[in-house]
């Protein structure tokens, strides 16, 4: 069964420094999503992204957050300056669909702790 | 914020049927409902969604109101595999039919 594979699964990094989460979506999606989970929070919709730019963003997705599709295969979230808050659980989904006829997919997730 | 309202949290016995509740009394006629899982330290799993007529795939049954305003997601027989938060969303136009995660109601499976 396809799936959404993401990494680093763990990276630690210090406060102020750039990090660049990677996720390799379904390969005939069209629809990709970042969301993330604060250790016993909720999830919260960070960025979706169709025809390589942003179709919709959170009032979470500040200037310090970016997205790419460099290669047509992999679809990054960089962080640029890290703050102690960024530390949580970054999810990357894929889907076929926008208006909610289909499923998500989702990758296990990167975990990023800011020190 | 999430439209939809479900308990914190359900138990049962292991294979036995577990029914969990759903309300989203605003919701709209082309607001699609989803239910997604999330398993201890893992991401988010689709379950099953639907929009009017009950739905059923490998996991899961869908039972829809008929007046749209509530529904239940029914496992069949639980596993201890089944163990998780389940989350009931509306896809809608009002949110851009994104996902707008509440905090789902947490199974616990006794075995």
């Known amino acids: 069964e396809p799936e959404v594979t993401q990494t680093p699964s763990h990276q630690v990094t210090q406060m102020g420094q750039e990090v660049i989460l990677r996720c390799v979506p379904i390969?005939?999606?069209?629809?990709f999503y970042w969301y993330r989970q604060i250790l016993g929070q909720k999830v919260e919709f960070l960025v979706s992204f169709y025809n390589n730019e942003i179709s919709e963003k959170s009032e979470i997705f500040d200037d310090q957050f970016s997205v790419e599709r460099p290669d047509g295969s992999n679809f990054t979230l960089k962080i640029r300056s890290t703050k102690l808050e960024d530390s949580a659980m970054y999810f990357c989904?894929?889907?076929?669909?926008?208006?909610?006829?289909?499923?998500?997919?989702f990758g296990e997730g990167s975990r990023l702790t800011v020190l | 914020d999430a439209k939809t309202t479900q308990p914190n949290s359900m138990e049962s016995n292991e294979e036995e049927p577990v029914h969990l509740p759903c309300n989203h009394s605003?919701?709209?006629?082309?607001?699609?409902i989803h239910w997604y899982r999330q398993l201890p330290s893992q991401g988010p799993e689709y379950v099953i969604h639907?929009?009017?007529?009950?739905v059923n795939n490998r996991m899961a049954s869908l039972a829809i109101a008929e007046d749209r305003k509530s529904s239940t997601l029914i496992l069949h027989r639980a596993t201890l595999r089944d163990a998780a938060v389940y989350y009931c969303?509306?896809?809608?136009?009002?949110?851009?039919?994104?996902?707008?995660w509440g905090a789902g109601t947490k199974l616990i499976i006794k075995p």
């Open positions: 639907g929009l009017t007529s009950n």
């Open positions: 605003t919701i709209s006629g082309t607001d699609y």
């Open positions: 989904a894929s889907g076929d669909d926008r208006v909610g006829t289909g499923e998500l997919f």
């Open positions: 969303i509306l896809r809608d136009m009002d949110s851009n039919y994104q996902l707008i």
């Open positions: 390969s005939n999606h069209l629809y």
